[in-house]
């Protein structure tokens, strides 16, 4: 079985879109840290009430509540791609010991690197589905009927926080809060490997196969 994998990299990087590819062609299950908090908040629960300004401000919802919920999505077969999970160092220590508590070995990280700069514009063209969390492209990587979902033909929506000033705010959490995790995992058994993010979608999940392995898998 091919171990659990943490999805690292700025908001827009591409770690969703990379991580319904592997999802589909390897069997990892997906967990989101982003698509669970959202649906908590679409269905009025505490955690969704709790997570919400923090959303909208573009800052991390505190570690207790993330791990938590993380903690409840650890049971069940297979090996899992953490995508937006671990944000913060003890984020990453807590699903380290998490894992290993569950007799799991310890996830390996794919870093996803691209410059600020060309964050903003695949964020700002940013369409997803709500009810299955597939991210689309206005231009870079279009639905085939523009505002509809290819696969179950229902809408797709822009988020709320993907507009420019709380996508600053956020790619600034990024590099104070989460870059730290670049090295937490190179320096904590040698688990980092790097993929150029800035290529096509093609591209990027040809490079990320070979980096965890699994290209023999199927
Ligand atoms: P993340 O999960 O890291 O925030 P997404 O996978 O949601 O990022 O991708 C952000 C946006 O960029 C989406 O609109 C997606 O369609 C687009 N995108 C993803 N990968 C690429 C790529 N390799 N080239 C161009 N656009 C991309
Ligand atoms: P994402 O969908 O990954 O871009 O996440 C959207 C928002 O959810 C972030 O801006 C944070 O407010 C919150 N969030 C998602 N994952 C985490 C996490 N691991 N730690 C803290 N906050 C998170």
């Given at each position: 079985m091919p171990g659990d994998i943490v999805l690292l990299?700025?908001?827009?990087?591409?770690k969703g879109t990379q991580a319904q590819i592997l999802r589909q062609r390897f069997g990892y299950r997906q967990v989101s840290t982003g698509d669970l908090l959202r649906e908590h908040r679409a269905n009025g629960t505490e955690l969704g009430k709790a997570a919400e300004s923090f959303m909208q401000r573009g800052d991390l919802v505190p570690d207790s509540l993330i791990i938590k919920m993380v903690e409840g999505e650890l049971e069940g077969p297979g090996a899992v791609l953490f995508d937006g999970f671990p944000r913060t160092v003890p984020q990453a220590q807590a699903l380290d010991a998490l894992l290993a508590d569950r007799g799991r070995g310890l996830p390996r990280a794919v870093y996803f690197a691209i410059e600020r700069a060309a964050l903003e514009a695949r964020l700002l063209g940013r369409w997803t589905n709500p009810r299955t969390g597939r991210v689309y492209h206005e231009t870079f990587n279009p639905p085939r009927v523009a505002g509809i979902d290819d696969e179950d033909g229902g809408p797709l929506v822009q988020r709320e926080d993907d507009k420019p000033e709380t996508i600053a705010k956020r790619l600034d959490v990024f590099q104070a809060q989460t870059m730290p995790l670049v090295a937490y995992y190179a320096e904590h058994g040698d688990r980092l490997v790097t993929v150029d993010a800035t290529g096509s979608v093609e591209d990027v999940a040809h490079q990320l196969i070979h980096a965890i392995g699994v290209e023999h898998a199927h």
């Open positions: 990299g700025a908001p827009g990087a591409g």
